[in-house]
């Protein structure tokens, strides 16, 4: 694989996940906002279902199954030939077909640099300022624990 396609898979997958990861009402503000209808078909009508989460011990040691996690996913294809494909947590198809929509339209340079600022880019940073208040408040409640070393040893 060349760099300029290593590139280019690193960045569909940056994407994507932003997509997977971002609010569902704050994607559809955002989707709604740049008034795109992209005429498409459905390669997979987006579909509820389960799949299995696997754990390691230890983080690195002997894998195990964690459990199950339900996702919704969708393909689609443009009329001018791009797949796009989504994988959301939860249940909510209209997050799964918006997020496929945006993966499709993201592979056309046509599109790819409006949706990058429009788009990813805001979603981005929510998931960001999230992260960050999330930390905030687990911060907030740490406690340091310190052992007092006596001098009768």
Known sequence: ????????????????????????????????ALAIEPEYQFIRKPEIGLTM???????????FNLGEMTLTRCAVRLDSGSLGVSYVAGRNK????????????LQDRDYQVALQEQLIAPLEAQL??????????????????????????
């Not at 760099?3 to 690193?10: A, I, P």
């Not at 989460?53 to 894998?63: D, E, L, T």
């Not at 999230?130 to 340091?144: F, H, I, L, P, Q």
Request: glycine fraction near 6%.
């Open 53 to 63: 989460m696997r754990g390691r011990v230890g983080g690195s040691g002997q894998p």
């Open 94 to 105: 209209a997050h799964a077909l918006t997020a496929a929509l945006a993966d499709a339209l």
């Open 1 to 32: 694989m060349t760099m300029s396609e290593q590139q280019s898979v690193s960045a569909r997958q940056h994407w994507i996940s932003v997509l997977a990861k971002a609010d569902s009402k704050a994607l559809q503000d955002q989707w709604q």
């Open 128 to 153: 960001i300022a999230a992260r960050a208040e999330r930390e905030a408040k687990a911060s907030a409640t740490k406690v340091d624990f310190f052992t007092l070393v006596r001098g009768e040893d």
